[in-house]
C-alpha cells in the first residue's frame, strides 16, 4: 500500500544550521531515504524545520526555503512536496517571501512552529501571512504541539473559523491523551482541519478517530528529524496499520489525504 508520510522535517532538531557541514545534503539524503525504504514508506512532505539560526534575519529564511527546494529537485518523486516557513516576527517583510516560496521556488505549502517563533498561533502577526497564504493558494501547516500553550490546538480552532477557505494542517495534536480527546471534539466544528498522525498513542485511538470524525480527516505523519533519526523503525506507523479500519479507511490515512491536499492527483 502506498505511503505518504507529510511530516519529515529538513534540518536539525537541536537548532544548527546543517548548512555549514560540508555534505550534510547528501549523508541526510542517504540517510532519509534509507529509513523510508525501511519503513515502507512511499514518498514524503518536506518540511523547513523552524529552530534555525537567524543571526541575519530574513536572510536566514530566505537560505532555508532555498534549502528545501534543492533539496526536492534532487528527487521529486519521491519527496514531491517542499514546504517552506516565514517568520511571524519579519512582518511584512514575510509577505514578500511567500510570494517568493510561489512563484519562484514553487513551494506547496508554508509550516510554522510558534513555539519556536516568538509568537502563539493566534497571534494578530499571523493574520496578515494567512489572508497571503490564502491568496496564493498554498497550504498552510500549523504544530499544535500540547507541550506549549502558545501552539494550543484550540488557538489553531480560531483560525479555521476565521479563514474557512483554507485547509490547515494540525501537526503534534496528539501529543497527549487529553489533547488526543479534545481533538475528537474541536475536529467536529472545524471541517477545514486535517490532524496528522503523530505522536498516536494507540491504534484503538485510530479506530476511534475514525468512527468519531472520519478518515478523511487524518493523514499519516511519523514526525521524522534524520540528524540525528528520529527512529529506525516508525511506532506511529505500526499504530495506524494496527488499527481495525477498512482499507479503504486506511488508504485515506496513509496517502490519499494528503495527495488530495497537494493536488498529486
Known sequence: MEIFDIHHHLGSLTGGSLQEEAGWQDRDYSNRVRIMQANGVTMSAILAATGYIQADGIKDTMRSNDTVAAYRKRDPK????????????????????????KHE???????WHNRFQGVAIDHQLMRPLLKKVSELGLVPIVHTNAESNMEAVWRLERLALEFPELTFVSLDALTTNVNSQLVLDLAKRTPNILFDTAHVRSSSYVRQFVETVGSHRLVFGSLFYSHPASYEHSATLA??????ISDDDMANILSRNAKKLFKLG
Open 105 to 111: 521556488l514553487h513551494l506547496e505549502g508554508v509550516v
Open 78 to 101: 519521491r519527496f514531491p512536496v517542499a514546504c517552506g516557513t516565514v517568520e511571524p516576527l519579519h512582518g511584512a517583510r514575510s509577505l514578500g517571501e511567500l510570494e517568493r516560496m
Open 239 to 244: 499504530e495506524v496499520k494496527a488499527a481495525k
